[in-house]
């Protein structure tokens, strides 16, 4: 979307994080979490299986989905090796493994209603014979449900989550917000870009995800409340679409942010800076730029900061 209203984007947009006045370099411990979505069941996750028995791929999650969706690339897929990879876990999974710290409910239908099966933290087993290759959708039971709108991040504390407009599916879903961020950069960033370009992408996206899920008051038109779109009116988000290199991108900056007089910034982010036009004032980002300049050798923090006016990286 280009808007001379709103922000300006490309198809390759991310937001960059902002950091804190003096540019002092702050770690941030992230949440406890297990890792990113890569089709091997770990400690803290929900894991279905396309086999009966946990036979066959993984598709392990970290938090609530409301819907799956049913085609490629926008579904939730089974990653792992074995029989199934690469499918779409929608009305596909027979059995799980719960090694989350909270009960699981899967159920029949889309956006958490229908016939349902818990399953206890450490629970594993076969999916009754009404959710067998019939499941929708999944909640961690104590979860913030997506029809409640408060964040639980603050400007010094990531959320644990946040709320997704899925435009084209008409619905609102709660993702893990590291999940999101993995799911996002592969679609602003070039996958085949430097890994400072990819780092400082990753921050950029990270942070302006984490900002509106301080500040957002968006509204769906029922009435939902949600943070972001899933297209270029926020940053584009396409479940599964996390690749190797841009979730390691993610995974070693995860505990740096951008703050700016002590608060997260809105990192903004387009193309280039001959598209980012009459924007280019210290809030904005280019993609195109940050390559360039990763290509000579620069650091994401130093590329950070050549965009970014009066951050701090922390």
Known sequence: MYSRTARLISRLTTAVAAVALGGSVLAIAPPA?????????????????????????????????????????????????????????????????????KTVRVYFNSNFSGTYQDFKPGARGNLIPALKNQNASHRFMGSTSPTQCKTDGTHSRLPTSILVYRKSLGHV??????????????????????????????????????????HSTRKTPDGKCFDVY??????????????????????????????RNGKIFQSQYCQSSKACGMWVDGDWMSQNGSRDLAKKGWGYSRILRSYYKRIAIG
């Open 33 to 101: 979490s297990a890792a990113g979505r890569d089709g091997v069941c770990q400690s803290g996750e929900f894991c279905y299986y396309f086999n009966s028995n946990n036979k066959g791929s993984v598709s392990d999650f970290t938090g609530s989905v409301g819907d799956y969706a049913t085609k490629q690339p926008s579904c939730y897929d089974f990653k792992g090796a074995g029989n199934g990879k690469g499918k779409c876990i929608k009305n596909s999974a027979a059995s799980v493994w719960n090694r989350s710290g």
């Open 230 to 259: 899933d297209h270029t009116s926020s940053q584009v988000y396409k479940p599964g679409s996390a690749t190797a290199a841009t979730s390691a991108a993610v995974n070693a900056t995860w505990g740096t942010r951008l703050t």
């Open 173 to 214: 879903e709660r993702v893990s917000f590291k999940d999101y961020v993995k799911n996002v950069l592969p679609n602003e960033w070039r996958s085949h870009w430097p890994r400072e370009s990819l780092r400082a992408g990753a921050i950029a996206v990270k942070n302006y995800g984490w900002y509106w899920a301080l």
